[in-house]
């Protein structure tokens, strides 16, 4: 039993009911709009809302997250299934079950090695990069069905615009009515109505509450219409259609181990977004209230959540950010909001299936539309270009990337440009020679302070840890001093900013020191700390030293060089 | 004019003569093993031992660095030139002189974009597990020659040593008694002829000429016994045959585009190997004498290097370790030497290139078995191992990577385990929660001295620089912290030994000050260094403090929090 069932107080109720309520008024729209974003018929969105809620609610970590269907996941099952299947045929719906399944079977096992910490390779600024290009992408992605519009089938971003732009005579004029409706009544349901609501003296709940209803009410609104109307048969509207009355079945689907081989590469980037979406909505929610989370639980428990998806025939899911915010606004006190969401779901499904037939694939693209629209946000591209350009330049890579080829592509792109960023900083270390303070024991750089030297010892600082790419910026360095300072008979240099030395720099050192005393000049070292010492131990360098010492600081160092 | 040259003073002459006659006499016996292990033609070796040499005579900014044929270079050039045409024929030449060319267009490039730094990407420990490697692949590679067997082709070395085995009975008794008796003569030319010498009160050059002549004295007495015997006819021992008299054509080769195409990997993993073995030999030997070594002038003087080599019909050069050494050793105080060697070999093959004609192959074999097991050095993986498990295991994956595929596959995996390996390390930061020693105003981890807290602010402080990938740990730990010790307010980060701080570790920070700043916590910082500060204040951190402070040292916060 998880923890928080364990320990549950009679108090939490009312939170998880209005809380687990409110996400299922959200999630009824939003799940068949995010199926019809992955490509897969609506039913697979609204069956991703049920078992794999209830699954999260028993075993993941966070007491707020909202998992289901969530847009850029969506997105990426469709990018990685239209390669595999034609899209809306019968095999496109198996790859994204099995897809579920794939990412399930690689969350669990990253969850069992250990493997959360690999989330981290992905920066803020590969990440904004890459949600800003996918928001932008879906929102444009969406204007087909949103204005009733006949595209052929694009690889990528640039050319999806050209064919918008040669195609803008297939406007189905009346969709077009329909949809441009939906956007403009969900903008409403929004500020608009919150305002309008809170100066009619509304109690806050009652606002909170109505507000979120907005997607729900134009999907009833817009059925009704077309079902009043009968648009879908007059007018040639496009309607979602048959959805499966009842529960979902649970079944384990054929599969072939080529196909399963060739999604591998995709299921492992989408269960690498999904985790990353997941853990740090979680994050943010449980720092709120001091709460943990535990990185490899979540990952299991994402893992079964997605194979919970496979096995009720789901495409992925993940955290939503949108939902589990509203989730803890509304009051939610643990997982029981969960399972209140997946059973109204499910019970929805058993009563109101049937009337969802009616609903328009407009109303559905303006919910996409409106939902991706809070993705979208240049303000941290800005900010990272202010505070360092290579940061900035990162988000940019990452953008481009995925706008030019694909998500995938343009991840794997951000990911390989921000580790070779980071390293080419570690190339350059700030190296300083630096003197003495006045009368101080205080050791500070020469070129930044006025400080004193003495011509036959120097002493100089590394700031930054030595490993094999930086070593030789550290040995042309100390070769450099030398050679323009033929006076200059000891070096100290100053360990305080050295965290680790792996073996090649401590060759390096060993052999500059050799260099140095044939050349009649000693190495010493100051303010080494405890763990490099230890290691340092272990190799030859404090031997190979000969004349040269270690010293606890830098003026002790000095002091015995007669040139403090 | 090189700087050399314009301050030649005429007390160097003497120096170089002697120093550029040493490395002739190595280099006539190399040149022509070395261009059999790379698989091409006898003339290859030593046209590479002409122009290339002038060239980086003039340009580069080694006093002592010999360039010409290297053994791990010929190696490459083999194992790339074989995926592209039959051993032994016309086309064979054609590439691995086109080789020469993309090697010397490649470095030009490199040393114009100022890429010299790359080369630091490779650590010692993969070179060293790449050079013990390659080492043994060129060894066993030679016994067939040197035994006179017929091998089948292999693709790597176990199904080398296979091959070996199972065709032991193909060894040519004739060419094997030549072959082990090359490798005794050129044994018995070091040690044990310096050891008679001495004994025979020789003075110090003389004994120093004299075992450098090893290889040569044994090609001669060879050549000689061959020639006598007529083995070659009578016996089917192989030989060297034609060797083109005269001085090399100039001339640029025709090739086809979609060639020069499939073997620029290949020259880029040689260029990158080329410019790494010249750099690190022209370092060492410079630092003897306090010289500097331009890494890009470098670059620049290897290119032409190579280009000269690609338009004499030779394949790629390098500064090689051996002939160096011998080189700065034998005296050479200047580039002269090199001069006087290209000269010298030109000579020799004008004058003496028939004379090649009968050297027996099972020499040249002996000669680079010789060579390369000076190469092969297993000191550095144990002492890497006893340093540093994570490095000996760096060497270990390169090594058996070399055997297992090849030198290519081999130096990318050990290059990309390390760089993985580097980036593993920077993810779990050393954080400790510090405390105050005593009296004194020096706070240490409160795990490993015995030291004084308080309950409501605890000292935190980081041992690595911020950046995506590890700003994970530190956000887990300040939130572990404050979820383990709800009575804590105040949180002060000691920023010492952080070096730089990411735009990721930025956002990282701020959502956390935030998360604090909810939970009722103020974080503050306490000694960020200069160039930290300076990029903090373009980021939103301090403004998002709130009541938090940033404090020129620990004792300054922890007094101000009435913590000291």
Redesign the interface.
């Known amino acids: 039993m998880p923890e928080w069932m364990s320990q549950y107080r009679r108090e939490w109720l009312s939170g998880d009911l209005i809380g687990g309520l409110i996400v299922t008024i959200m999630l009824i729209p939003q799940s068949m709009a995010y199926a019809m974003l992955a490509g897969a018929p609506p039913q697979y969105g609204l069956y991703a809302s049920i078992l794999p809620v209830i699954v999260y609610a028993f075993i993941g970590s966070s007491r707020y997250l909202a998992v289901g269907p969530v847009a850029i996941v969506s997105l990426m099952v469709s990018s990685t299934a239209v390669m595999h299947a034609e899209a809306g045929s019968a095999e496109y719906g198996q790859v994204a079950i099995l897809l579920a399944w794939e990412v399930g079977v690689l969350l669990v096992l990253a969850g069992l090695l250990r493997l959360g910490?690999l989330a981290?390779?992905?920066?803020?600024?590969?990440i904004s990069g890459f949600i800003n290009a996918s928001a932008l992408i879906i929102a444009v992605s969406q204007i087909e069905p949103l204005l009733g519009m006949q595209l052929a089938r694009t690889e990528s971003f640039f050319p999806m615009l050209a064919e918008l732009a040669r195609q803008f005579e297939s406007v189905h004029l009346p969709t077009a009515a329909i949809g441009i409706g939906a956007v403009a009544g969900l903008l409403m349901m929004r500020r608009p109505l919150e305002a309008v609501l809170r100066h009619m003296k509304l109690p806050e709940n009652v606002i909170s509450v109505a507000t979120k209803t907005g997607a729900l009410v134009v999907v009833i609104i817009g059925a009704l219409v077309v079902w009043l109307g009968d648009l879908s048969a007059n007018q040639g509207v496009s309607i979602v259609g048959e959805v499966p009355a009842g529960l979902p079945a649970l079944a384990i689907p054929g599969w072939d181990a080529q196909l399963a081989l060739d999604l591998l590469p995709g299921a492992a980037l989408i269960a690498f977004v999904a985790y990353l979406e997941s853990i740090s909505v979680a994050?943010?929610l449980?720092?709120?209230?001091?709460?943990?989370i535990l990185?490899n639980r979540e990952l299991t428990a994402l893992g079964l959540s997605n194979l919970a998806a496979g096995l009720t025939g789901a495409f992925p899911v993940a955290g939503g950010v949108g939902r589990s915010g509203v989730n803890y606004a509304a009051g939610s006190n643990t997982q029981l909001a969960g399972i209140i969401t997946a059973v109204s779901m499910a019970m929805c499904l058993l009563l109101l299936g049937p009337l969802f037939h009616y609903v328009p694939k407009a109303i559905l693209a303006a919910i996409v539309l409106i939902a991706v629209m809070s993705l979208m946000d240049v303000k941290?591209l800005l900010?990272?270009w202010?505070?360092?350009i290579?940061?900035?330049a990162s988000t940019l890579v990452t953008f481009l990337a995925v706008l030019l080829v694909n998500v995938e592509i343009g991840v794997l792109t951000g990911l390989m440009f921000?580790?070779v960023l980071?390293?080419w900083?570690?190339?350059?270390?700030?190296i300083a020679i630096v003197g003495r303070v006045g009368e101080t024991e205080h050791y500070r750089n020469v070129l930044?302070h006025s400080v004193r030297t003495c011509p036959h010892a120097v002493a100089l600082r590394i700031?930054?840890?030595l490993?094999?790419?930086?070593?030789?910026?550290l040995?042309e360095t100390l070769?450099?001093t030398?050679?323009d300072r033929?006076e200059v008979k000891h070096v100290v240099l100053i360990c305080?900013?050295i965290?680790?030395i792996?073996?090649?720099a401590?060759?390096?050192l060993l052999?500059?020191a050799e260099?140095m005393r044939?050349?009649g000049v000693t190495l010493h070292l100051a303010e080494v700390?405890?763990?490099v010492m230890d290691?340092l131990q272990?190799?030859?360098l404090l031997q190979r030293l000969g004349e040269g010492r270690v010293f606890l600081s830098t003026h002790e160092a000095m002091t015995f060089l007669h040139c403090a």
């Open positions: 910490v981290n390779f992905l920066s803020h600024s590969v994050r943010s449980a720092s709120k209230r001091r709460e943990r990185p941290p900010e990272s202010r505070y360092n290579a940061d900035g921000s580790v980071f390293l900083r570690t190339l350059h270390p700030h930044r700031d930054e840890s490993y094999f790419a930086n070593a030789h910026a040995e070769l450099r030398l050679s033929l305080s900013a965290n680790f792996d073996f090649s401590l060759e390096m052999t500059t260099r044939d050349a700390k405890g763990p290691r272990k190799g030859r």
